[in-house]
């Protein structure tokens, strides 16, 4: 029998802690944000992807150390 973890997700104020980037920053580089009328558009500028969990936003630890990555080479 294997065991697999759940994915962590983090709340924008703990990637805001995380990375040192302010709230309004960090929704500037979301690739993929959801407008008012709940349809999720694609930002090609952004960097980070988000997951969306009702009106709240998530960040997998996968995508976090992808979005540090491209932050570092930037």
Do not use: C, Q
Request: hydrophobic fraction near 40%; proline fraction near 4%; avoid cysteine.
């Amino acid at each position: 029998m294997e065991l697999t973890l759940p994915a962590t997700m983090w709340k924008l104020t703990e990637v805001s802690s995380r990375t040192g980037l302010s709230r309004s920053a960090l929704y500037r580089e979301i690739k993929n944000p959801k407008s008012v009328t709940g349809e999720v558009r694609e930002n090609p500028l952004g960097r980070l992807k988000v997951i969306h969990v009702g009106r709240s936003v998530r960040v997998r630890e996968s995508d976090l150390v992808d979005f540090l990555d491209a932050l570092a080479k930037a």
